[in-house]
């Protein structure tokens, strides 16, 4: 009904950076929030930021000046740029969105996840 994937992880050393993508195709009308999360071996999984479709966004503090999100409302597209990565930011990466279908019906999706490790 509805395809979620992400890409872009990968690993990098201390300091580096990546760019995760997450594109949502299918029985799409309309997405009202899109954003990731992220899931650490031992660990709840934990908002990481979202931008909901008119612009507001919110970040976790631990990812506040390191992480920025942008919306590609054309293309149901979410990315996430990541800088001065850290071993703690280790884990692996979901997209969530949020979609109203055109049957009008409002659902969440999630990605299959993709690895991020942060590593020398």
């Known amino acids: 009904q509805v395809q979620v994937v992400e890409s872009g992880g990968g690993l990098v050393q201390p300091g580096g950076s990546l760019r995760l993508s997450c594109a949502a195709s299918g029985n799409i009308f309309n997405i009202y929030t899109m954003g990731w999360y992220r899931q650490a071996p031992g660990k709840q999984r934990e908002l990481v930021a979202a931008v909901i479709r008119g612009g507001i966004i919110n970040y976790t503090d631990s990812v506040k000046g390191r992480f920025t999100i942008s919306r590609d409302n054309a293309k149901n597209t979410v990315y996430l740029q990541m800088n001065s990565l850290k071993p703690e930011d280790t884990a692996v990466y979901y997209c969530?969105?949020?979609?109203?279908?055109?049957?009008?019906?409002?659902?969440?999706?999630w990605g299959q996840g993709t690895q991020v490790t942060v590593s020398s």
């Open positions: 969530k969105t949020v979609i109203r279908d055109r049957n009008y019906r409002i659902y969440d999706y």
